[in-house]
T-cell receptor, first 115, second 114 residues
Framework: DTGVSQDPRHKITKRGQNVTFRCDPISEHNRLYWYRQTLGQGPEFLTYFQNEAQLEKSRLLSDRFSAERPKGSFSTLEIQRTEQGDSAMYLC?????????????FGPGTRLTVL | GESVGLHLPTLSVQEGDNSIINCAYSNSASDYFIWYKQESGKGPQFIIDIRSNMDKRQGQRVTVLLNKTVKHLSLQIAATQPGDSAVYFCAEKGGGGATNKLIFGTGTLLAVQP
């Protein structure tokens, strides 16, 4: 499978714990995006990388959230001191300059449940 | 702020009928729109897109219509099949090119009855 992959697919944690998610984009895609989706809602943009540079961050990305893409390939999203309101599906997408309108391909998501 | 919304949260159709899913957007500066399909437990899957310099674009069994005058977008699915059952989202590329983020609406659940 050469699509976007995310790990883990599911994560259950206790409030106050830290969690880290990983995203592997489609090979050679230089743009990578993180979105958050709650039940019944559309995905909400969190942040975006072009290669290793984080170019845009949403106001939704509080100081408890940090994303990295150190080598311009895979990315990690860490949430510190998790809260129940962080429970959601975290989606990763990737695209490349030159793709039709920079089409974003989404991964299957990581579902986070904070108890 | 800018937003993208849907008129109908749930649409139930008979297999073989045509489906029409509607979407309203508020950012008149947006120049690119996309329809995504999301099945349970999966990420959104690209269906079709359209740029603001077009009114209509056709794919395989799907057609997207854009009415910039009233800021309205629709997705037409011909001969709807059970496999089309999913949540459909419209999205716009925010900022009219100044950003690469997508702004999604809240989704319409399409239920295809056999």
């Amino acid at each position: 499978d050469t699509g976007v992959s995310q790990d883990p697919r599911h994560k259950i944690t206790k409030r106050g714990q830290n969690v880290t998610f990983r995203c592997d984009p489609i090979s050679e895609h230089n743009r990578l995006y993180w979105y958050r989706q709650t039940l019944g809602q559309g995905p909400e943009f969190l942040t975006y990388f072009q290669n290793e540079a984080q170019l845009e961050k949403s106001r939704l990305l509080s100081d408890r959230f940090s994303a990295e893409r150190p080598k311009g390939s895979f990315s990690t999203l860490e949430i510190q001191r998790t809260e129940q309101g962080d429970s959601a599906m975290y989606l990763c997408a990737s695209s490349t300059i030159g793709t039709r309108n920079n089409e974003q391909f989404f991964g299957p998501g990581t579902r986070l449940t904070v108890l | 702020g800018e937003s993208v919304g849907l008129h109908l949260p749930t649409l139930s159709v008979q297999e073989g009928d045509n489906s029409i899913i509607n979407c309203a957007y508020s950012n008149s500066a947006s120049d690119y729109f996309i329809w995504y399909k999301q099945e349970s437990g999966k990420g959104p899957q690209f269906i079709i897109d359209i740029r603001s310099n077009m009114d209509k674009r056709q794919g395989q069994r799907v057609t997207v219509l854009l009415n910039k005058t009233v800021k309205h977008l629709s997705l037409q699915i011909a001969a709807t099949q059970p496999g089309d059952s999913a949540v459909y989202f419209c999205a716009e590329k925010g900022g009219g090119g100044a950003t690469n983020k997508l702004i999604f609406g809240t989704g319409t659940l399409l239920a295809v009855q056999p």
